[in-house]
């Protein structure tokens, strides 16, 4: 049974637990604060910069710094790949709250300053 339909089942148990902990999440969030961690909350804003922007620091990684450890500097491999991981992680983080607070934020609120104008415009009509 598992063999064949082990991976449906486990599929259907996952889907099932998401859905539920969604609901729970909707429905009672003061029994689950543990999302509302200031710590998730800033990813959680910066995880669309996260994502989009995280080619920008590996180019840098592919690019600069691992000709320089790998040719330059004749490191190991190990060595070059945790010093380049490290640096795309931190670059990665950096980036994103650069973006988020250059690009996301002043969008955002000129976006609500236009939605403000606009619900103005339409409640003295």
């Not at 998730?40 to 994502?51: D, I, K, Q």
Request: glycine share 4%.
């Amino acid at each position: 049974f598992y063999r064949n339909y082990g991976f449906y089942f486990l599929d259907i148990a996952m889907n099932i637990f998401c859905c539920a902990w969604i609901y729970c999440l909707l429905y009672y969030p003061e029994k689950f604060t543990f999302f509302s961690n200031k710590l998730l909350v800033r990813f959680g804003e910066l995880s669309y910069a996260l994502y989009v922007f995280q080619f920008l620091s590996l180019a840098v990684w592919a690019k600069i710094v691992g000709p320089i450890l790998l040719g330059i500097l004749h490191a190991p491999v190990f060595l070059s790949e945790l010093i380049g991981f490290t640096l795309y992680i931190i670059l990665n983080y950096y980036i994103a709250v650069w973006i988020n607070i250059k690009v996301e934020t002043p969008v955002a609120l000129y976006k609500d300053k236009l939605l403000k104008q606009l619900k103005a415009k339409q409640t003295s009509k």
